[in-house]
T-cell receptor, first 113, second 114 residues
Framework: GENVEQHPSTLSVQEGDSAVIKCTYS??????FPWYKQELGKGPQLIID?????GEKKDQRIAVTLNKTAKHFSLHITETQPEDSAVYFC????????????FGKGTKLSVIP | EAQVTQNPRYLITVTGKKLTVTCSQN?????MSWYRQDPGLGLRQIYY???????DKGDVPEGYKVSRKEKRNFPLILESPSPNQTSLYFC?????????????FGPGTRLTVL
């Protein structure tokens, strides 16, 4: 099955700075990589995803990059704001033809005003 | 409002006392799933369902049961809860059973087993 490693586990940045969270995966056949944001007391919510046929995807201040050769993908948040403070999870398909996602262990991002 | 609801939101129980956590979605989604979230372990899938009467084990199914008799409901059953099932539980749903569909998560159920 898939193994997803996520780093760092905690990240503190000053408001306005950029934040980068990295994930590696083990199954070279994986082709879909979502990122979920979990605010305090709530369930995770999809913020961006990328498929293996593209190397980068942007949505306003959020971007995800994918390096299939190295089997890693990263979440980039620019011009961070206090409301970006949350736990972020990456994920990858559990296996070829799988209907499951394997999640990383999460990164707690704190944006300091 | 399109949503996934879970009940109860908080539950404290004792070892061995059967309990059910309900999950319901109003989006006509085919795929539903249960996860548990533990500190340092992230989200781990317990069971999932591709459609009515179709369920399958996730990564940590031991000690849990599920059923999918109606499309909108996917209850999680703990027949004989144990302290190691103390956790935060999330139900999720997505339109189709393909992996590249957004999963919509419920608000969570915090379970404590004494």
């Amino acid at each position: 099955g898939e193994n997803v490693e996520q780093h760092p586990s905690t990240l503190s940045v000053q408001e306005g700075d950029s934040a980068v969270i990295k994930c590696t995966y083990s199954d070279s056949a994986s082709n879909y990589f979502p990122w979920y944001k979990q605010e305090l007391g709530k369930g995770p919510q999809l913020i961006i995803d990328i498929r293996s046929n593209v190397g980068e995807k942007k949505d306003q201040r959020i971007a995800v990059t994918l390096n299939k050769t190295a089997k890693h993908f990263s979440l980039h948040i620019t011009e961070t704001q206090p409301e970006d403070s949350a736990v972020y999870f990456c994920a990858a398909p559990t296996g070829a033809g799988s209907y499951q996602l394997t999640f990383g262990k999460g990164t707690k991002l704190s944006v300091i005003p | 409002e399109a949503q996934v609801t879970q009940n109860p939101r908080y539950l404290i129980t004792v070892t061995g006392k059967k309990l059910t956590v309900t999950c319901s979605q109003n989006m006509n989604h085919e795929y539903m799933s249960w996860y548990r979230q533990d500190p340092g372990l992230g989200l781990r899938q317990i069971y999932y369902s591709m459609n009515v009467e179709v369920t399958d084990k996730g990564d940590v199914p031991e000690g849990y049961k599920v059923s999918r008799k109606e499309k909108r409901n996917f209850p999680l059953i703990l027949e004989s809860p144990s302290p190691n099932q103390t956790s935060l539980y999330f139900c999720a749903s997505s339109l189709f059973g393909t992996i590249n569909n957004e999963q919509f998560f419920g608000p969570g159920t915090r379970l404590t087993v004494l």
